[in-house]
């Protein structure tokens, strides 16, 4: 079992920048794919980015992909978004997730473990 912990998000304008981390403990963190996703309210919970277990693959929503960028450090058991040229529409809460069965996957349905979720805002 892995016990994933988000870092603080924060309200960001418009274009600027934030980066998120999620630091695990438990089981041996390299075991497991670790995403990111949003939710919005009343919305379901949307695939943003995936990294594998080595780091050696990722993975990005159409809507993140040249903006975002996801990273695994192994050694301190952390994965960290890196989110430049931020939109308004990039407002939501912001979930890591973690994944001991598959490489990494898109469906959230497939991550056993969840951190708590942080939230981002994105004035205009």
């Known amino acids: 079992q892995i016990h994933l912990v988000n870092s603080e998000g924060g309200l960001v304008q418009t274009g600027g920048s934030l980066r998120l981390s999620c630091t695990a403990s438990?089981?041996?963190?390299?075991?497991?794919?670790m995403a990111w996703f949003r939710q919005t309210p009343g919305k379901e919970r949307e695939f943003v980015a995936a990294v594998s277990w080595g780091g050696g693959s990722t993975y990005y929503s159409d809507s993140a992909k040249d903006r975002f960028t996801v990273s695994r450090d192994n050694a301190n058991n952390t994965t960290t978004l890196q989110m430049n040229h931020l939109k308004p529409e990039d407002t939501a809460v912001y979930y890591c997730?973690?994944?001991?069965?598959?490489?990494?996957?898109?469906?959230?349905?497939?991550?056993?473990?969840w951190g708590q979720g942080t939230q981002v805002t994105v004035s205009s």
């Open positions: 997730a973690a994944d001991r069965v598959h490489s990494a996957s898109y469906s959230a349905h497939t991550y056993q473990y």
């Open positions: 438990g089981d041996t963190f390299s075991d497991y794919a």
